[in-house]
């Protein structure tokens, strides 16, 4: 099962138990007593699952590692490529220096 059909899977469910909720099909009291609560839950959700995914793209940038020896290694290889490539004839121009 990929996922995707796993997170279709769970999202279809807790949607037929919201369904099933916002119909009275199961009473619960709790749901009966705060159903402008019921109504917004997928908004509330939903704005839920933004907000921590935004939270943790933050913290994944603010946490990315500077890897400087291999900057350093990339610089080298390119000024050897540059090297083998004046060697064959290539002409750069001044901008890319």
């Known amino acids: 099962m990929t996922k995707l059909l796993e997170w279709l899977g769970g999202a279809g469910a807790l949607g037929a138990i919201w369904l099933a909720l916002l119909t009275n099909k199961i009473e ?35 946490t990315f590692n500077d890897c400087n020896d291999a900057a350093a290694e990339l610089q ?3 000024v050897e490529a540059k090297q083998d490539l004046k060697s064959l004839g290539f002409k750069f121009k001044d901008s890319f220096k």
């Open 28 to 62: 619960n009291p709790f749901f009966r007593d705060h159903y402008t609560f019921l109504l917004l839950s997928p908004i509330i959700v939903v704005g839920l699952f933004g907000l921590a995914s935004l939270l943790l793209v933050l913290y994944r940038v603010y």
């Open 76 to 78: 080298k290889e390119i």
